[in-house]
Structures are given as structure tokens and as C-alpha cells.
């Protein structure tokens, strides 16, 4: 008997006969003797409808309290509906809302952290033989106001439950039946993986394979809590993310690319000390993530600096540059968001030199051009032109994993 | 500065238009220096989706725990939806769910009883200065565990904030502005009394009148809560229910008509002491509300009891009869439900001997036959033929009011 904890996405129980379909998965392994916690998200409609409502109110968006009280409304529902349909199957079953299974947050309303979680309720209701459903992406603040966790909250809500139930495994059930070397709508021979680590699926979380969210991920290494990422319409085996994978020794895990990218540049700064960290300080302060960064000394004593943000950072990033320029000098701002970048991931890589090399390689035989590199212990990426992104990820996977 | 408690039901916040339209009345009477509480019901739609979701899932109706949980949602998301208008509108304001706004209840899932009730956050919020929006008709239970209060559920809600709070007034917003002196669907001449007494009230809403729900009006006499139902789509008084009425003096406040009444009468049982008491006692396991009886002594030493109960029970008023006939004897059972309760309401009746002939003979000079008579201290019932109910109510208003 183990105790297993599984996460559905809003996709998974988004109508009666995808919330049976649930249920059965559910029933199936409480059958089998486990003990059993479900992890729900808002179906999907009601969470599009919850939003369309707030915004016919207040088109200028409204308070992040409130929203956080209307759009929890929304696991409610489905945590409901889902104890329904397991109580109609004829097993024992109880619904709990983010509070009621114990989530303490912070108060920062719309993307909160989990504090604590007190597990008294949850292991009350496993003690009694019950299937417990827990609504996902939510919980209360010290004021005991609803808060919610902000994008793909529910995965963090099951690997927190996970963690502190000291959970055999923690299974996050998705629209996609595991862990791809590659997006499989891009590359046809993409291979299904059948283990990845914590660092490894971080890297590809990051990179746009979104598949788990990356504060989940990071959870599960924290915790140690073993995740398996499989299909909630086939029962099939997914892919399994631990700390060290034994089965499969490939130098490169998966490949990569992200299209919500855009490159500015800023020709022509002073070389004078502190300019990079100050340029970088106000980005900062706006919230803004740098990713790539290169610098690099230009012609007559100046030096250029040029950096990639998320597309949607644009507006924000190019104001901060434009004032930048103001106060402290420089010639032109360049402004590009037709780029992609495009990643390899493997713990292996660090020992193994010659894997970028043959990254280039791969890339300049397709004709492609390489604007800028990144690499870190486990990862290397490219900025290239967004034409040829669909090429680069097919010739770079074909090079590494066929 | 007042401190004044609304309530507005489903109809009232149905759409954004509608929401806004709340909004306004309720910063009217902010703007004024007084304190507001509004204690909003779930959207129409919003109820009606919600059941409908759960009855896809399980049409022989979901367990009441798993329904609580699910329809409680609708609140939520009505409390989240008014307090964005009033943020719009530029004003303090924060929404609280039943638990938060401290409704402690029993268990009794579906058509719970409201046990305490801690103040402490309400009237923290208003401190504030806060608007402060409660989510009607919930509560939680002494597990934690979300309950609501059953029919008419955010009307006992706001009368129960009224009470504990001590308000100055909690005004009961409906989709009419006023308590008539007969429903004015029928009665084209019906009048809108300015004041009613609690009692004359609750016989009023006894007997289909159905403005207010009676456990609320029950509620508000214990705690001497005044109440004004009025209109959210006319800003006009409406009607103040309190303990003693000063301004008018009328013998007769209202006539009220039911038409989910049904009519039983089993004929020929012995006449033996105890039959009464058994036939009633069997129904009353049942829990079916009797409510005119009449018994007469029959030919050859038996008798005869008639006595009617709510349409909608009419099936399991048959079962106890059948089998009631079955053990103790009886010759027959007749069932009429083609039948209407017509009935007077006035404190003043009981010190004025000749109401109750002013009525019969306003039913007489219509022709109107008289089935069953049932009187009380501030009321008179006659049960007529269905097919002159809306004449009855017409010729009986006239007799007194015009």
C-alpha cells in the first residue's frame, strides 16, 4: 500500500465525462489498496468565464484580492463535481478546499507562496479510508483571505502535499503523455523519455517545454519528491523526474526552443566601470528577466551591450532603455523579436567536451546562423532568426538523439 | 452615521449592469456617513448552471455535503463580482465568505441552522471604514466544513448580521417594493403598507405571500430587528416590518392566497380515542406539515377527519393514509388538490368580533362556496374551490381594504 498524490489539470476534468474519466483513474489505484489524493484544477471553461466576468466589470483589471476570491471559486467547483462523480462510483470521498487541507500562504495575492501546510485534515480523512480531492492553486494568508499561486499553481499545491505526506509519488496528469527529447508537433522522430532529472527537466521548464511548471519542479528536488508526468486520456506509463536517473545514458536529454523572446541591443555606452551593473539594476527593478547576455567592447572607447527578455517584457524593457540612454549616454537602441532560442539539456554534457561544438556544427550545415550563446553546466542555447526555428530544433535533435 | 444591513438576492446582482446598479446603492448610502454591509445571494444563472453541472454528474442527486461545497461557489463568486464594481466606483471595499464574515452552523448539510456568529472580522472591517460585501446563505460547521442554510438562506443571513452587529436596519432588496395588501397580479387596487407587524408578517409569508422567508421574519422578531423590504430597481421606501406598527390603523393588513394545498379526508374510522393522534403522529414522522383540520363524527358511531398539506406532499400523504387505513380501518380516502387556501391577516381582528362574517359573506355574495374555515388570533383561512381563488382574493380585499 502506498500513498499516491496526482494532479489534474483543468484540461482533464474540463466536462462530466472527462471528470468520470478522472474519477476512475482515481478509483482504480484506491482499489488496488493505496491511498489516494487528487489535486484539481478549475475546468477550463469556468476559469475563461470567471475572467471574462471580472474584466465586463473592471476593464482595467480588478483588485488582485478580489480576483484571487472570484477565480478560487473555480477549484470549488471542480473538486465538487469530481467527489460526485466518485461518490456515484460508490467509493468514500471528500472534497477540500486550499484551506481546509491545511495551505498557509504569504500575502501576496494572485501569485502567493506556500508558507505552510498543515496536514492534520489530510491524513484525518486517509486515516478513515477516504479518497481525499484537494483544490489546487489556492489556500489562505495569515488574514485568513484567499489567496492563489499564481501560473501552474495546482502542480505546486500536489508536490507540497506530496512532500509533506511523504508521498510515494507525486503524479502530474497532463494533456501530453510524458517528457519529449523534443516538442513531438515539430520533431517527428521525437522520443518519449523514460526518466529525467530534477536539473534537467528545470532546464527544459525554463526553456519553454512547458510541460511542469518550474516552482514545482523545484519543489519535488527540494523535497526529494519523485514526479511522474503522464496522460489522463491514455493509461499508459509517463515519464518518471528524480534526482538520479539509472536507466538511460544519453549525453543530451532533450532539445528545446523558445519563441517568446526578444533581443535588444544598446550601441555606443561610455566604457566607464558600473555602467552594465546599473543598465541591469534598472531592468531589475521593473521586474524584468534577463536571460542571454553579451557585452562587447566597441569601435573609439565605447562598448555595446546586448541582452534577451520574454517578447511580452518589450514595452517595459525598451522605456528603461530609453532613459538609460538619456542619463547616462549611448548612440542607438536596436530592437529585435523575430528571434528563437533554441536549447540542448543534459547532465552529461559537462564531461563530455565537443557537445557545442557539434551543436555549431549541426546548425551552420543547415545554413543557419547563430546570433548569440549561452551555455551553463547543464545547458547550452542559441539565439537564431525565428524563420529557421523549426529546422534547428529537427537538425539539432537529429544530431544528438538519432 | 447608521449601520445599515442590505440584502440583495440573485435577480438583484444577475448581470454586470445589474452588479453596478447594487453598487450604486449601496456607495449611496457610504457616501452618507453610514456603515454598510450588503449580503448578496448567488447569481441566477450562476445557481442554475452549478445544479445543472451537478446533475449531469449524478442525476440521482449528488451526497448534500459534496452540493454545499459546489453551490457555496456561487456566492463566491457574486461577493468577488459586487466588490469589483464598488472598486470601480472608487470606494473601500472587501468581500467575506460566510466562514470568514463568521457564520458558525450546525451539520446539517443543505438547510443548515446558524449556531453563533463572531463578529470580530466584520466589525474590524468597518473600523476600516470598509465596505464590507458577505456571501449570503453559507456558513461552516464545527468540521470545518462548508454548509448553507437552505431556502431563503441570505435573507436569515443578513437578519442574523443585523441582530449581532445591533444595525439600525437591515433592508431586504427584492424584485418588488413593498408588502401589498394582496399580490397585485390579482388585485389591481392593492396597496403597499408603509409599516407590518412581525407576526402579521410571518402569517403573511405562511400563506404564500412569499416577500420574506419566515425564518428570517422568525429571527428579526426575536432579536428586534427592523426590517424594510423594498425594490432594487426603484429607488422608493418600501415596507418597514417591526414589533409595533404606529402609522396606520387598519383592521385587516392583507389577503393572502396559497395554492399548494392539497385536501385529504379519510372517511369512516372508528371512534376510539388515539385515532387522531396516531393518523397525525404517522404524518408528523414523515415530515409532513398538516395544516387546516377539521374532524366530524360520521353515521354509525364512526368518524370522518379531513385536514390539508402542501401539494408537493400530496404522494407521501397517500402512502401514510393507505397504510393508516390498512391497520386501524376506514372506509375511504378522498384527495382534492384542486383547491385554494384564502386568508385574512390582521393584529386588530381579535378585538373586532364580525371579521370573520364580513369575510364569509363577501364569499357568499360571489358565489364562492367555503370548503374548510381555520382561524387564529390575527388570522382567518378559508379553503375554496381552485377556480375561484383570484375572485376570492379580489371580492375579500374589497370587503375590507376598499
Redesign the interface.
Known amino acids: 500500500m502506498a500513498l499516491i498524490v496526482k494532479k489534474f489539470g483543468g484540461s482533464s476534468v474540463a466536462n462530466?465525462e472527462r471528470?468520470?474519466n478522472v474519477a476512475n483513474i482515481i478509483v482504480e489505484d484506491y482499489k488496488a489498496g493505496n491511498d489516494v489524493i487528487a489535486v484539481v484544477s478549475a475546468q477550463g471553461d469556468t476559469t475563461d468565464e470567471?475572467i471574462s466576468?471580472?474584466y465586463?466589470?473592471?476593464p482595467?483589471g480588478?483588485?488582485k484580492?478580489?480576483?484571487d476570491?472570484?477565480m478560487?471559486?473555480?477549484e470549488?467547483?471542480s473538486?465538487?463535481?469530481l467527489?460526485?462523480?466518485i461518490?456515484?462510483l460508490g467509493y468514500p470521498v471528500?472534497?477540500l478546499?486550499g484551506w481546509?487541507a491545511g495551505f498557509k500562504t504569504d500575502s501576496k495575492y494572485s501569485a502567493a507562496r506556500i508558507k505552510s501546510l498543515d496536514t492534520d485534515?489530510l491524513k484525518a480523512e486517509l486515516a478513515k479510508r477516504n479518497i481525499v480531492i484537494v483544490a489546487g492553486f489556492q489556500g489562505i494568508n495569515k488574514y485568513?483571505?484567499?489567496t492563489t499561486l499564481g501560473r501552474g499553481g495546482s502542480d505546486t499545491s500536489a508536490v507540497a502535499i506530496a512532500a509533506a505526506m511523504n508521498a510515494d509519488l507525486c503524479q502530474i496528469y497532463t494533456d501530453v503523455d510524458g517528457v519529449y527529447t523534443a516538442d513531438p508537433r515539430i520533431v517527428k522522430n521525437a522520443k518519449k523519455m523514460q526518466e529525467i532529472t530534477y536539473d534537467e527537466m528545470l532546464e527544459l521548464a525554463t526553456l519553454g517545454a512547458q510541460v511542469l511548471n518550474n516552482r514545482s519542479v523545484e519543489m519535488a528536488k527540494k523535497y526529494n519528491v519523485e514526479l511522474e508526468v503522464l496522460s489522463s486520456f491514455e493509461r499508459k506509463p509517463g515519464t518518471i523526474v528524480k534526482e538520479v536517473i539509472t536507466m538511460e545514458k544519453m549525453l543530451i536529454r532533450g532539445v528545446a526552443r523558445d519563441n517568446n523572446v526578444a533581443r535588444f541591443s544598446i550601441i555606443g555606452l561610455p566604457d566607464t566601470p558600473g555602467v552594465a551593473f546599473k543598465l541591469f539594476n534598472n531592468l531589475a527593478k521593473k521586474n524584468i528577466n534577463v536571460d542571454i547576455i553579451l557585452q562587447s567592447v566597441g569601435r573609439d572607447g565605447t562598448k555595446d551591450i546586448t541582452f534577451t527578455v520574454a517578447k511580452n517584457q518589450s514595452k517595459e524593457t525598451m522605456q528603461v532603455l530609453e532613459e538609460f540612454k538619456q542619463s547616462v549616454g549611448g548612440q542607438k537602441i536596436i530592437f529585435d523579436d523575430k528571434v528563437s532560442k533554441i536549447s540542448i539539456v543534459g547532465t552529461g554534457m559537462e564531461t563530455h567536451p565537443g557537445v557545442a561544438a557539434k551543436m555549431f556544427e549541426a546548425l551552420y550545415s543547415a545554413g543557419i546562423n547563430i546570433q548569440m550563446i549561452s551555455t551553463s553546466e547543464i545547458k547550452i542555447s542559441v539565439l537564431i532568426d525565428i524563420e529557421y526555428s523549426d529546422l534547428a530544433v529537427q537538425v539539432v535533435h537529429d544530431a544528438f538523439i538519432e
Do not use: H, T, W, Y
Open positions: 462530466a471528470v468520470f470567471l466576468k471580472a465586463e466589470i473592471n482595467d480588478p483588485s484580492r478580489e480576483m476570491m472570484l478560487s471559486a473555480g470549488q467547483i473538486i465538487a463535481l467527489a460526485m462523480a461518490e456515484k471528500i472534497s478546499l481546509q485534515r485568513d483571505d484567499i
